[in-house]
């Protein structure tokens, strides 16, 4: 075997041919990792457009339904991936852009600005980022341990479970709810 032959024909004659588009969009994997990054920014949206928070201190049902949302995006976008690496990082990733959009959001969102303190959708954004992010952690180490040995759906379902449950309680650490 000569060294000619270990690089592809198409090198050899000066025509590049690019790979198969791994990112074809008409395949369902492609969709749920894309919404997947997509959960929590569309379910922030949606909810400071319909009715944005009046107050910074306490955790809002919202609060919860974001970082759940982000947490469980990226869950679902690490199930489309075959491998222990691949898992992880598209986990993380996911978690990463979506937390980034969030507060991204908040501070577009904010309307006035304030001094001396946070604005109250940046408040939440924050919080539900944060909470989110580190259930996106916890799902990215669940679909890193199950990535291999199991079905794409078991392995979606433990990272969601993980996740939700991780960013539910950091929020409930971070934003306590409020007594009334």
Request: proline share 7%; aromatic share 6%; hydrophobic share 55%.
């Amino acid at each position: 075997m000569t060294d000619d032959d270990l690089v592809p024909v198409s090198v050899r004659l000066g025509n590049v041919v690019p790979p198969e588009d791994p990112e074809d969009w008409t395949r369902p994997l492609t969709w749920v990792a894309a919404l997947g990054m997509l959960a929590g920014p569309l379910a922030t949206f949606a909810w400071f457009v319909s009715s944005p928070p009046t107050d910074a201190a306490h955790a809002l049902p919202a609060t919860f339904v974001v970082a759940a949302a982000l947490a469980a995006g990226a869950a679902a976008t690490g199930a489309t991936q075959i491998g222990i690496a691949r898992a992880w990082t598209a986990t993380l990733g996911a978690g990463l852009f979506a937390a980034l959009v969030v507060i991204i959001l908040g501070v577009v969102m904010a309307g006035e600005r304030q001094v001396g303190s946070a604005s109250p959708t940046l408040a939440h954004a924050f919080g539900a980022s944060v909470g989110g992010l580190v259930g996106a952690g916890g799902a990215a180490l669940a679909a890193a341990v199950t990535a291999r040995p199991y079905p794409r759906f078991v392995r979606f379902v433990v990272a969601l479970v993980v996740g939700v449950g991780v960013s539910v309680v950091l929020v409930a650490g971070l934003m306590p709810e409020s007594a009334t």
